[in-house]
């Protein structure tokens, strides 16, 4: 759904790329920013500790954010968490998508794929013994 805001805002940069005499499709439109917590418990989690489902259009500019919290062992890098995203037909990975989380705030600069579909997040690191169940789904629409 499209928030009257970024209907507002999309039209302000159309405008102004105009004027500025700048094509369009160069004006650069902020990236769609995604919050998500990946949690002591060895869970992903929306800000507000609900599960979360991510929708993102086919190739957008996307800024994750992730406040990730130590659950019961790390990585030997200091990794306590990881971020991978996979086609949820075939489990293969999508490139650009293979995060290490470290404890604190990060925030990662990514482009949504560009095949429409379902993908699921996974945890790469074994974060304790309930990390089997550190996932959540994705989901690209055109």
């Not at 004027?19 to 507000?48: F, M, N, T, W």
Request: glycine share 8%.
């Amino acid at each position: 759904m499209t928030s009257r805001a970024t209907v507002q805002f999309c039209g302000m940069v159309w405008a102004a790329a105009t004027v500025l005499g700048i094509h369009p499709a160069q004006a650069q439109v902020p990236a769609h920013v995604i919050e998500v917590v990946a949690d002591k418990d060895s869970r992903y989690r929306s800000p507000d500790g609900g599960k979360p489902e991510i929708t993102l259009t086919a190739g957008e500019q996307v800024l994750l954010r992730i406040s990730a919290h130590k659950a019961k062992s790390w990585n030997r890098d200091g990794s306590i968490h990881g971020f991978t995203l996979l086609r949820a037909g075939d489990r293969s990975k999508v490139q650009g998508w293979n995060l290490m989380l470290r404890p604190g705030q990060q925030e990662f600069q990514l482009t949504a794929p560009a095949d429409p579909g379902e993908y699921v997040v996974v945890c790469t690191v074994i974060c304790s013994e309930d990390h089997e169940g550190m996932n959540m789904r994705l989901v690209v629409v055109p």
